[in-house]
Nanobody, 124 residues
């Protein structure tokens, strides 16, 4: 089970850190990712880190502003979000999969496990 938290209301230019904690799984053996879904839009990839290849991947719109990281001791994955923009407003979901291939890291349909989502609202 994945539990996402850390969302909230923040002004444009502000920062938030999302957390995704796991129970019953060791996240270091999973590919982990964050996706987001804004009203009326499809779920989109934000950031991910492959299970055995530590270099993270980011969507173009968040590069340089967001950072994904793992804390193995806490079995938690984080998404540090800085310089937030209005268009970052969405429900953010963490996802995990033990076996997807690297080229599929951005594909939501390839992930078996999902957290419940946490709302991020950026105001002007």
């Amino acid at each position: 089970q994945l539990q996402a938290s850390g969302g909230g209301l923040v002004q444009a230019g502000g920062s938030l850190r999302l957390s995704c904690a796991a129970s019953g799984r060791t996240l270091s053996s999973y590919t982990m990712a964050w996706f987001r879904q804004a009203p009326g839009k499809e779920r989109e990839f934000v950031a991910g880190v492959f299970r055995s290849y530590g270099r993270p991947s980011y969507a173009d719109g968040v590069k340089g502003r967001f950072a994904i990281s793992r804390d193995k001791a806490k079995n938690t994955v984080y998404l540090e979000m800085n310089s937030l923009k209005l268009e970052d407003t969405a429900v953010y979901y963490c996802a995990a999969d033990p076996s997807l291939i690297l080229s599929s890291i951005t594909l939501a349909a390839q992930y078996h496990y999902w957290g419940q989502g946490t709302q991020v609202t950026v105001s002007s």
